[in-house]
């Protein structure tokens, strides 16, 4: 007679088959089993037909993988605990000593502290391209450079670089593009599919993306994912990530597929509210200069306007104010301690508007010169209603007079 612990174990129930709800099953394991030995042998783990281990994914996994592919417009899909360890999975699959490296100069940041921190002690080098123009891009391509990095808008400033021909020139000089997707996020633009109706396609070879932000919307979310549609070099990716065991908990994966629904609707009603605050600030004195790409003076608007939708769903949450240089860092500090609704906060896709100041001085290899002189000070905006995030920003903007 069996123990009752045991029976607890190998409880002999098994529920009906055929169970459908909205929301898919949460799928966890570090083991999972096969029926014999013979199984066991023959499975082959990047074969997604099937399963092997919890690293390499559970029907949960493998879920959001189709469903952010049909997303991005891809194929093949990597999770990472992170949007940085995006980019550092794809640096440490696709880099070699002895190879180069470019990112724009206005690139996510923690992406320079990769090249530089990291990459630079494995005889891996890099160089920072003007993101508003791609003949420096072109420029400083040379036989060593195996990657370029490509980001649309730039982090914090917010410039929207000629995408569609930094592509060009990447594919017919035959080096391999890597965008950071977190800003358009899939909505925006279609990242593998650049310029519809061009021969051959002009699309990017791999798309990486900050979950973290509008995917999970929630702000208590860390993922990413790295997008390709090349098998070849998608395998070269995941024989990285197996190898470092770099996998994601299944119920953030859930967490995830449960705020994949209403993403378009979040990220439009983020863009409407955005554009609103970010015009109205554009009237306010203090503020010499707005970034936002859909505003006809921001850098690189006429690019955002020639790839992204012009309708509300075609940008991002963010904008940032260039504060007049006559305001000291104090002042401006105070300015974003005195706003109420707007927290203080790193990240941004989640429901609570944030606000960060930055030092740009230290962020750019010299001062760009479409920015005016001031304190930048970014905006993320939340789902709040958009008068009194205006209200919000008008109170504090006392505190700085
Ligand atoms: C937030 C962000 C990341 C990193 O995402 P985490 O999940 O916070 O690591 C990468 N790139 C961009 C452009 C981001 O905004």
């Not at 000593?97 to 100069?105: A, R």
């Not at 979950?211 to 098998?231: A, E, F, Q």
């Amino acid at each position: 007679m069996q123990k009752k612990i045991t029976g607890l174990i190998h409880h002999s129930y098994v529920p009906p088959k055929g169970f459908e709800a909205p929301q898919p099953g949460v799928f966890k394991a570090s083991t999972v089993f096969f029926p014999t030995v013979a199984a066991m042998r023959s499975r082959e783990w990047k074969d997604k037909t099937a399963y092997t281990y919890g690293l390499h994914g559970t029907p949960t996994s493998y879920m959001l993988e189709e469903r952010l592919c049909a997303l991005e417009g891809g194929e093949q899909c990597l999770l990472v605990p992170s949007g940085l360890a995006a980019l550092g999975l794809v640096a440490m699959s696709l880099l070699k000593s002895g190879d180069e490296v470019l990112l724009p100069d206005n690139v996510y940041g923690p992406n320079k502290a990769i090249v530089e921190g990291e990459l630079s002690g494995w005889g891996i080098s890099h160089q920072y391209y003007n993101p508003m123009d791609p003949q420096d891009l072109e420029a400083q391509i040379s036989s060593r450079t195996k990657l370029v990095w490509l980001e649309a808008a730039g982090s914090v400033t917010l410039e929207f670089p000629n995408l569609v021909e930094m592509v060009r020139i990447c594919q017919r000089r035959k080096v391999l593009t890597a965008l950071d997707n977190t800003w358009g996020a899939g909505l925006a633009f279609a990242p593998f599919d650049l310029a519809p109706d061009t021969e051959p396609a002009i699309g990017v070879d791999i798309s990486a993306h900050a979950l973290t932000k509008y995917p999970s919307g929630g702000g208590d979310v860390l993922m990413g994912s790295v997008i390709t549609r090349n098998p070849g070099l998608h395998l070269k990716l995941k024989l990285t990530h197996m190898r470092f065991g770099i996998g994601v908990g299944m119920n953030d994966v859930e967490a995830v597929l449960r705020s994949l629904p209403s993403m378009a609707l979040r990220y439009r009603t983020h863009d409407e509210a955005t554009r609103i605050l970010a015009q109205w600030a554009n009237a306010q004195p203090e503020f010499v200069q707005v970034l936002h790409p859909a505003m006809a003076d921001s850098p690189g608007h006429a690019h955002w306007k020639a790839l992204c939708k012009n309708t509300p769903g075609g940008a991002a949450g963010l904008f940032s104010v260039m504060i007049d240089p006559r305001f000291s860092q104090d002042r401006v500090d105070a300015f974003c301690d005195a706003l109420k609704l707007f927290r203080l906060g790193y990240s941004w896709g989640g429901p609570i508007s944030l606000v960060v100041p930055y030092d740009l001085a230290s962020m750019r290899t010299s001062w760009p010169p479409h920015l005016a002189k001031g304190t930048l000070v970014r905006f993320s905006i939340g789902l709040e209603a958009v008068e009194d995030l205006q209200a919000d920003i008008a109170q504090a903007l006392l505190k700085l007079r």
